[in-house]
Structure formats: structure tokens, C-alpha cells
């Protein structure tokens, strides 16, 4: 079956300090990935996606590529800022007709000023 | 930007209470999920529909149930509240691209 595996944390960094953010997936077919970000008392927002390989999605600053070769989709940003202290959900779809999501486990990240 | 909505956002209750928990989206999306997220953050999928009339038990076992009368409302109830139920619930429903797009969440403690 589908399964995403995502880094440990928490992850601590200083502000402007650069995040990778380290996923991988099993999956049979050509899933489609997302990155999502839950931040305290909310629910999932969705940060970027990713349909084919070698896609990149991007958003607020944070990257991604979907790597084919290495089943990989790791989250990245060049600098944080302490409002992106939050919660970070690396999931895939295998595009049946139900669209279900597979989760990873999650990953805190505390940016300190 | 996806619009899909919660209520209530918390909810405290006493055990052996019957409770409702509200979704409805505004995008005319035809598949709608539910969550239950522990306090490890783990998200299992506990019900999903695809369309009016339609439900499926998710992948964790749960006591609650839905049911899709209309396109946009996708309500979850509980019959009778137990401490064990006490979690926070997400409701999503899924666009063209096979994202999902969620609500605020209910957390609900069950005393």
C-alpha cells in the first residue's frame, strides 16, 4: 500500500536560517504530493502541490520537487521567519476515484527570532 | 481559495450526549472527507463520500456517522459521547487536482 515517510522533529532553527524538511514516499502508479501546513488551533492548509515528476510547486517561499527517481518530495525555504512556526504534512494521492490522502506523520518546526 | 466550514470550533460535553458535527463547503465539490487527528498530530481518515447519498467508512474504525444529503453539508454525528472520543475532527473535501482544502476543525472534549 501508499506510504509517506517524513522527517522526525521537532526541528528547530533560528530565524532566516534555511529548512529542508525531508519526505519520501511508496506508492504503486503516479501519485500526485502535497506539502500542507497546520499551524496552532487551525486546520490543514494546503502549501503546494506537485502532479508529475520533476513538477515543482512553490508557494510563500517554500519549494519542492517531485523526484521520480528517488520517491522523494522534500520541503524547502531559504530563510524562515518565526510566523512559519507551525506543523508540516507531506501527503500523496494516487489519483483513484477516491482521492483519498496518505498522510506522513508530521513535522514540528519552532523558528526562534 | 478554497470555503469550507466548521462548527462548532470547540465543544465540551458531558458523556452519553448525542452531538453533531457541521461541514459544509461552498465549492460544489463532490468528495468530502472526514479526520481525526490525534494529539501526535497523526491524521486517519474515518469517513468519506463521493457525491449525494454516497458514504464509506474511512481506514480507523470509528462510532460516529455521516450521511450526504446535499452536495455542500456533510455532517458527522456521534450518538452517544465517550471520553474516547475526545480529539479534534477535520473535514475536507477534494478539488480538481486531487488536493483536499480543509476546515478550521471541532475539537471535542467528552467529560
Known amino acids: 500500500g501508499n506510504s509517506v515517510t517524513q522527517m522526525e522533529g521537532p526541528v528547530t532553527l533560528s530565524e532566516e536560517a534555511f529548512l529542508t524538511i525531508n519526505c519520501t514516499y511508496t506508492?504503486?502508479?503516479?501519485?500526485?504530493l502535497f506539502w500542507y501546513v497546520q499551524y496552532p488551533g487551525e486546520g490543514l492548509q494546503l502549501l503546494l502541490k506537485?502532479?508529475?515528476?520533476?513538477d515543482k510547486g512553490s508557494n510563500k517561499g517554500f519549494e519542492a520537487t517531485y523526484r521520480k527517481e528517488t520517491t522523494s518530495f522534500h520541503l524547502e525555504k531559504g530563510s524562515v521567519q518565526v510566523s512559519d512556526s507551525a506543523v508540516y504534512f507531506c501527503?500523496?494521492?494516487?489519483?483513484?476515484?477516491?482521492?483519498?490522502?496518505?498522510f506522513g506523520a508530521g513535522t514540528q518546526v519552532v523558528v526562534t527570532p | 481559495e478554497a470555503d469550507i466550514y466548521q462548527t462548532p470550533r470547540y465543544l465540551v460535553i458531558g458523556t452519553g450526549k448525542k452531538i453533531t458535527l457541521e461541514c459544509s463547503q461552498t465549492?460544489?465539490?463532490?468528495?468530502m472527507y472526514w479526520y481525526q487527528q490525534d494529539p501526535g498530530m497523526e491524521l486517519h481518515l474515518i469517513h468519506y463520500?463521493?457525491?449525494?447519498?454516497?458514504?464509506e467508512k474511512g481506514d480507523l474504525s470509528s462510532e460516529s456517522t455521516v450521511s450526504r444529503i446535499r452536495t455542500e453539508h456533510f455532517p458527522l454525528t456521534l450518538e452517544s459521547a465517550r471520553p474516547s472520543h475526545t480529539s479534534q475532527y477535520l473535514c475536507?473535501?477534494?478539488?480538481?487536482?486531487?488536493?483536499?482544502?480543509f476546515g478550521p476543525g471541532t475539537r471535542l472534549t467528552v467529560t
Open positions: 475536507a473535501s477534494r478539488g480538481t487536482a486531487y488536493e483536499q482544502y
Open positions: 506508492a504503486t502508479g503516479y501519485p500526485s
Open positions: 506537485a502532479t508529475k515528476a520533476d
Open positions: 501527503a500523496l494521492s494516487d489519483r483513484d476515484s477516491w482521492g483519498k490522502l496518505q
Open positions: 465549492m460544489g465539490h463532490d468528495k
Open positions: 463520500s463521493y457525491g449525494v447519498n454516497s458514504t
